[in-house]
């Protein structure tokens, strides 16, 4: 829900919001060299907004499901989220515009399908963890969901 005050002369042609999002790639050898990939993730354009007026919009952007991304300790990739939004002034006038850095991602909480838990790369690549193991079982009504290892950590191992 947002309120969006006109208090100009003129009309809001136009108000878009974007989701956006730029990968950066990074090489260090034979030289230092960058790429950058720049996506939208999602938009929503919201309708004209008279002059000396108030509206109150309430839209939602859908936001795709994606995973947590955190290349923190590594200088090969970084990941960018930013939500745009460009508001088109009607006549002789400069549109504005706003970039705001945003961070995507989400895990998922409960699955009930043991294929969609996560496992971690690690584990995957058969590295050992020196966590202490123990057993988590789920049981409803239907019989079990999942059976697996999980560490102290909760993260789930094959």
Known sequence: MADIENKSNADIRLVECKIDQ???????????HS?????????????????????????????????????????????????????????????????IPITLGNFPIRSENYS???????????????YEMEQVSNVNESGPIYSAQCNQYGWWLK
């Open 35 to 99: 790429k950058e990939l720049a996506s939208p993730l999602c938009s929503k354009r919201l309708p004209r907004i008279a002059a000396h007026s108030i509206q109150s919009i309430d839209e939602q952007i859908e936001v795709p499901k994606m995973p947590v991304v955190n290349f923190t300790n590594c200088h090969l990739f970084e990941v960018r989220q930013s939500l745009n939004i460009k508001i088109y002034i009607e006549g002789c006038h400069r549109n504005l515009t706003a970039n």
């Open 116 to 130: 969609e838990i996560p496992v971690p790369i690690m584990a995957s690549l058969g590295t050992p963890y020196p």
């Open 22 to 32: 730029k990968i950066t790639y990074y090489s260090d050898y034979p030289a230092r």
